[in-house]
């Protein structure tokens, strides 16, 4: 797996966009990139991922640049229950997980 | 109700003991996973399977051990070989290949008396 990083914290005021970037300079042509968060001792969730192209769903936006050496999750509209530790992976399963970014949403 | 059962939500062990973390799924899915989380840390794998009756070690599979006899459950022993089992332990599923999302359990965490 391509060696992940993330900022450690970042703040978002409640109702904003929280945009989260996380760089993988090293990822190669058949690694994903996926999204993970964690709430306080809860298992992870499953948020997004992607190969090349940027993807959407419910939950958030994933914007993968046309290098694939970073990518941005975005919440479009954060919520104080967003409030997590969010887990950036490049790579393929069993997923590596790194240290993350813990967003803290502020009303 | 679909998804990955993890029991129980707290256990503790005693020296010398074994204990066993259950984890089942009725996902249907092949690849099964486990997880140890030490505060502030991420996820280290311990062990995956990616079919019934194989399993491979992760990083940090010493002190551990597994069994797959069944495609929906994958049961961790924390054997008293593993000098320092306080943890919160993570298992996990995915469909299987090695592009596909994996899915957790809400986890047990395990402490020593």
């Known amino acids: 797996d391509a060696k992940t990083t993330q900022p450690p914290s970042m703040d978002c005021a409640e109702g904003r966009a929280a945009n989260l970037p996380c760089n993988h300079s090293t990822i190669s042509g058949n690694e994903y990139v996926y999204w993970y968060r964690q709430i306080h001792s809860q298992g992870p969730q499953y948020i997004i991922h992607?190969?090349?192209n940027n993807e959407t769903n419910e939950m958030a936006s994933l914007i993968i640049t046309e290098d694939r050496k970073s990518s941005t999750l975005i919440l479009p509209h954060a919520t104080l229950r967003d409030t997590a530790v969010y887990y950036c992976?490049?790579?393929?399963?069993?997923?590596?997980f790194g240290k993350g970014t813990r967003l803290s949403v502020i009303a | 109700d679909g998804g990955i059962t993890q029991s129980p939500k707290y256990l503790f062990r005693k020296e010398g003991q074994n204990v066993t973390l259950s984890c089942e799924q009725n996902?249907?899915?092949?690849?099964m996973y486990w997880y140890r989380q030490d505060p502030g840390q991420g996820l280290r794998l311990i062990y995956y399977s990616q079919i019934v009756n194989d399993f491979q070690k992760g990083d940090i599979a010493e002190g551990y051990s597994v069994s797959r006899e069944k495609k929906e459950s994958f049961p961790l022993t924390v054997t008293s070989a593993q000098k320092n089992p306080t943890a919160f332990y993570l298992c996990a599923s995915s469909i299987g290949g090695n592009k596909n999302s994996q899915y957790f359990g809400a986890g047990t965490r395990l402490s020593v008396l």
């Open positions: 992976i490049a790579g393929n399963t069993p997923l590596v």
């Open positions: 992607g190969l090349k």
């Open positions: 996902l249907n899915h092949d690849a």
